[in-house]
């Protein structure tokens, strides 16, 4: 791209805080032009940190800024996220949106995009995280060859909508679908454990393949953003292996599938036999064997993602891609996290939960000091 880039502003400082940090990135194809918020001293002092105008008004914001980005929520979360931008369509300027939102705010938001003659992006955000960008080519290489016979998933009720873009992304579509209804432990077996499940499970069908799906479905309200245990595992089994996106972030897993040949019936030792899959790793790394830790995932990882999220807009707006096109993609997904939600019930709520404790890798290890020893 030659010449002076396109502007943006940024609707939103709490999330907007990774888009701010894309932004900000070499490889963005945006100048960030300013920040749109209430006017709190926590936007004001991210205004001055990157040097643009702090706008409290949607009427505020240049003519000349190309595109906005609303990480603000909407009603599936209590905010004006979808209000603010079809204020912003309505004033010429293109639109990516964070996710999530109702399905009626979508399609109201898809329309004001088409009746204002403007591009409009509803953002699901991990599909753009590098790891996960990596699972997805990789099940697409897989499965052009390879017959899915199994779907694993397992994910935080805060990241459903996004687990089913990844999993539509990797297989090319969610269609159909269908769920069972949620099946309870008998209550003698339940109170074995003392406490309940941190997971539940669903079983179904998913882009027309067996799906078993398991949700974290609790939260504090208190500290709506902690306390999840992870946000996606996904593993896909083929007839010739499976592959695992272990979190969000990393690694990505590919471990081929057990398999004892015929010649090993003739032969002295069972290692002996000739067949080339024996000389397979039974899990590989596709890509770094660790994933990155949680300052990267916050000051590259995810910037990166925003980057690339608003490189795609960009693309939509230099082609003059219709938005109904990805936005009805987002609706079935809508309707397929709903459906979900339904069957899942209401989140279970938790007050006062205490902070975890954290452990790497090397509390696990045989020389890891025991506690309470003497150093």
């Known amino acids: 791209m030659s010449g002076r880039r396109p502007r943006v502003v940024v609707a939103g400082t709490k999330f907007g805080r990774v888009y701010l940090a894309g932004t900000a990135r070499p490889d963005s194809p945006y100048e960030l032009a300013g920040v749109l918020a209430r006017g709190s001293e926590r936007s004001a002092r991210i205004a001055r940190h990157y ?180 946000f996606h595992r996904v593993t896909l089994h083929t007839e010739g292996g499976h592959l695992t996106l272990l979190n969000t972030h990393g690694p990505v897993l590919w471990s081929p599938r057990p398999y004892m040949p015929q010649d090993m019936r003739a032969t002295v030792r069972m290692e002996e036999s000739g067949a080339p899959c024996f000389g397979y790793p039974s899990a590989e790394p596709l890509g770094p064997a660790a994933g990155p830790d949680q300052r990267h995932i916050l000051g590259e990882l995810w910037p990166e993602a925003t980057a690339a999220a608003l490189r795609a807009l960009r693309e939509d707006i230099e082609d003059g891609t219709d938005p109904g096109r990805d936005g009805q993609y987002h609706l079935t997904l809508s309707r397929l996290t709903r459906e979900v939600t339904d069957r899942f019930g209401p989140v279970r709520l938790h007050r006062g939960t205490p902070a975890p404790q954290v452990l790497p890798a090397t509390a696990l290890t045989d020389d890891a000091p025991r506690p309470g020893a003497r150093p």
Request: charged share 20%; aromatic share 6%; proline share 8%.
């Open 51 to 230: 040097g643009v105008p702090l706008f409290t008004d949607p009427e505020q914001v240049p003519k000349d800024v190309e595109a906005c980005c609303v990480v603000v929520g909407a009603g599936i979360n209590g905010g004006p996220g979808a209000r603010l931008a079809g204020q912003l369509m309505a004033r010429g300027h293109h639109v990516l949106q964070e996710h999530p939102l109702h399905a009626r705010e979508l399609a109201d938001c898809l329309r004001a995009a088409r009746e204002h003659r403007v591009v409009y992006r509803l953002n699901s955000h991990y599909v753009h995280v590098e790891p996960v960008r990596r699972f997805i080519a990789a099940a697409r290489r897989l499965l052009a060859g390879q017959r899915l016979l199994h779907i694993d998933a397992v994910c935080g009720f805060q990241v459903l909508y996004t687990l089913f873009d990844i999993l539509g992304r990797a297989l090319g579509g969610v269609r159909p679908w269908g769920f069972a209804q949620l099946g309870d432990l008998p209550p003698e077996v339940a109170d074995l454990a003392g406490a309940p499940p941190v997971y539940r499970g669903l079983d179904g069908v998913l882009a027309g393949v067996p799906c078993t799906l398991r949700l974290q479905n609790d939260m504090d309200p208190a500290d709506p953003d902690n306390h999840i245990h992870l």
